[in-house]
């Protein structure tokens, strides 16, 4: 049986995807970088998808997705340098890693999270409906490039997921620009679509937007 290919676009395919997350399978989901592979923020979803697609050589953190709403700090310890590259880069295409929480609530492959709020406005209520945070890797196996649509997802992963939503061909069709906010001062570890002279001046200006 071929795995079902939902529009995110309708209120039907969220409820859909969030009973799937919610049941411990995973999910492909559209971002305005590329697509990703989603599971549920507990221990069981997210060790299946840590299992098949988390590679932690390349991606020394474990990588969430917020909802606009939810604070920087949620499951992290932040600083002044990510609170200034939120303010000027979220919503969009920026990871930041930091050092988890003490307390998160699972055993993390890493004691570091790389978080970003994707700029995809119907992302969100699938965002929310989970608690405002997905665990989301690359929909990639190790050495492929990610997917940038819902029917490369399907060539590549189908045996994978439980579900696609497809939001159409990805805008930028490349990774998010990714920044190690943990050393002082931050790093730039993925170049994406964000650049290192942007990077540079957001890490000079104010904290806060005037």
Known sequence: MS??????????????????????????????TVYGIAAAPRL????????RFYDADSWPALPLLLAPEVPLAHLARSNQWAERLRNYFWPGPLTVLLPAI???PFALPTPCVAKRVPDYAPLWPLLRALGGVLIVGRAAHTGYPPAITAQEVAEQ???DVALILDGGRALFGLPSTVVDCI???PRIVQRGIISAPEIMAALQRPAERN
């Open 44 to 51: 069981q979803a997210s060790e299946l998808l840590l299992h």
């Open 3 to 32: 795995t079902p290919i939902f529009p995110i676009q309708q209120p039907a395919s969220i409820a859909a995807a969030a009973a799937i997350l919610r049941d411990g399978e995973l999910v492909a989901i559209p971002t305005e």
């Open 102 to 104: 003490a307390d998160f």
């Open 157 to 159: 992963l189908a045996d």
């Open 183 to 185: 050393v002082s001062p």
